[in-house]
């Protein structure tokens, strides 16, 4: 919604008191940010299974993070799994 907001294809009209959007614009504006979804997730499938499980541990981290971070649990990590084997 902040998207198709921001790029003005949902807006409320102040003179019928009502949120207005034009359905076309929205498929049109959001088709490249779907493909790009959807290229993104087939590439994460493809990855090895070690990237797979480490990637889902990342993501707690939310939206943004340190890379300093990330080096620290993927340090943390190899060596968990490697102890493992």
Known sequence: LQYIYSKEILQYN??????????EEIERKTMASKNVVDLLLQKMQNL???QKKFLRIV???GATFD??????????????ESQKR
């Open 48 to 50: 090895p299974e070690e």
């Open 14 to 23: 102040f003179g019928i008191m009502k949120w207005t959007w034009d359905e």
């Open 59 to 61: 993501s707690c981290l």
């Open 67 to 80: 890379e300093k971070v990330v080096k620290l649990l993927w340090c943390a990590f190899r060596r968990e």
